[in-house]
Each structure stands twice: as structure tokens, then as C-alpha cells.
């Protein structure tokens, strides 16, 4: 069965601090991976999603950025944080199978604070 | 661009009894794909059920059911027999056809039960 796996849970940094989120996916090849922010109480924004190693397309302009270095593993990073860049951040994944389309499967989510 | 509206921001339930909640979008496309997402407080995105838009059959999961009504681009979820552990929030999502990468969310809304 396919797992997707996120960490950190929990995450506090100061601004102007790197940041580096990591996702991994077991159980499936050449999944499609997504970054979404969650901000209190409002719903899910997308930031990037990836097709394939390497691809990454961004639907925010931030200060944010996101890495595919392998099939099943998406990185979510920042040079220097901002205090707007808190929030929850979620990883999830997708694919085609037999034409159609699967649903979304998340990970556990990471909860960020930049202080 | 793809909208998609919750109006109740907040619903509450007893124990036992049924609710439903609301959904509404907006797309041009005729080949997409429609989504229930529930957030308890742990805040992983839990996959509650899911809908073809070419299939004529409202989809059922358990105590879970929808009332797809593509002409009105209406899509509500009921909950039956209500129980304490399906006080979430709960999402509501749209994905355009197998060519679409994105999902669009609500804003969500917020389940209380009531004992």
C-alpha cells in the first residue's frame, strides 16, 4: 500500500532562517506531488506540484521554493523565512491510474511558526 | 479558473441525526472530478469520498452520501447517523479532468456533534 510520509510534524525558526520540508511516497512510481499551505482558518492553497524529477511548477509567487531530486521525494524550501510563511504546510500526492484519476493522499502536515 | 464555495462556514449536529453540507463550483470543463475532504483536529486531510462528474450515481461511502447535481454545479455531502468522531472541518474539492494537476478547495467548514 502507498504512504506518504512528512517531516517535520512541528516547527518554529526565526526570520530570515532557512527552511527545508521533506516528503517522501512509498508504494507507488512517478506519482504527481503537491505543496499546499493551510492558513488559520481559511482552506488549502496550492504553492507547487510536480509531474516528474525535476519539473516543478509554481502557482504562487513567494518565497518559497520546491526540489524534486528523486521519483518519490519533494522538498519544500526557503532561503530566508518570513513571518507570512507560517502556517501549516500539507504534502500530498496523485496519479492517473487506468485513465483516471486519483484522489489525493496526504501527509500529516507540518505546522510552522517563524518568530 | 475554477471556483469552489462553501457558504456555511459553521454546522453543528446531534448525535445520531443527519446534516448536510453545501457545496458549490464553478467550471467550464465537463470532465472533472469532485472531492469531500475531512480535517479533524490532527489536521491530516482525510479522503471522504469522491465523485466522477460522468457518472450519474450520486457516490455513497458508509454513513457518507452525495446529491451531485452537475447542471446546478451542486455538490452537498450527507452525513447520517451522526457520531462524535465526525466533528471536523470538512472540504470540499474540485480536480478537472485526467490532464489537470490541481485541486481547488472551499474554505471548509466547520462540524460540530452535540452529544
Known amino acids: 500500500s502507498q504512504t506518504i510520509h512528512q517531516w517535520p510534524a512541528t516547527l518554529v525558526q526565526p526570520v530570515g532562517s532557512p527552511l527545508s520540508l521533506e516528503c517522501t511516497v512509498e508504494?507507488?512510481?512517478?506519482?504527481?506531488l503537491y505543496w499546499y499551505r493551510q492558513a488559520a482558518g481559511r482552506g488549502l492553497q496550492l504553492l507547487f506540484y510536480?509531474?516528474?524529477?525535476?519539473?516543478i511548477s509554481s502557482e504562487v509567487p513567494q518565497n518559497l521554493s520546491a526540489s524534486r531530486p528523486q521519483d518519490r521525494q519533494f522538498i519544500l524550501s526557503s532561503k530566508k523565512l518570513l513571518l507570512s510563511d507560517s502556517g501549516f504546510y500539507l504534502c500530498?500526492?496523485?496519479?492517473?491510474?487506468?485513465?483516471?484519476?486519483?484522489?489525493?493522499?496526504f501527509g500529516q502536515g507540518t505546522r510552522l511558526t517563524v518568530v | 479558473a475554477q471556483t469552489v464555495t462553501q457558504s456555511q462556514p459553521e454546522m453543528s449536529v446531534q448525535e445520531a441525526e443527519t446534516v448536510t453540507l453545501s457545496c458549490t463550483y464553478d467550471?467550464?470543463?465537463?470532465?472533472?472530478?469532485l472531492f469531500w475532504y475531512k480535517q479533524p483536529p490532527s489536521r491530516q486531510m482525510i479522503l471522504v469520498i469522491r465523485?466522477?462528474?460522468?457518472?450519474?450515481q450520486n457516490a455513497t461511502e458508509n454513513r457518507f452520501s452525495v446529491n451531485f447535481q452537475k447542471a446546478a454545479k451542486s455538490f452537498s455531502l450527507k452525513i447520517s447517523d451522526s457520531q462524535l468522531g465526525d466533528a471536523a472541518m470538512y472540504f470540499c474539492?474540485?480536480?478537472?479532468?485526467?490532464?489537470?494537476?490541481?485541486?481547488?478547495f472551499g474554505k471548509g467548514t466547520k462540524l460540530s456533534v452535540i452529544p
Open positions: 500530498a500526492w496523485s496519479r492517473l491510474y487506468g485513465g483516471s484519476k486519483t484522489e489525493a493522499f
Open positions: 508504494g507507488t512510481s512517478n506519482p504527481n
Open positions: 510536480s509531474v516528474g524529477i525535476g519539473q
Open positions: 467550471t467550464s470543463e465537463s470532465d472533472y472530478y
Open positions: 465523485q466522477e462528474a460522468y457518472k450519474q
Open positions: 474539492a474540485y480536480s478537472a479532468g485526467a490532464g489537470s494537476y490541481q485541486l481547488t
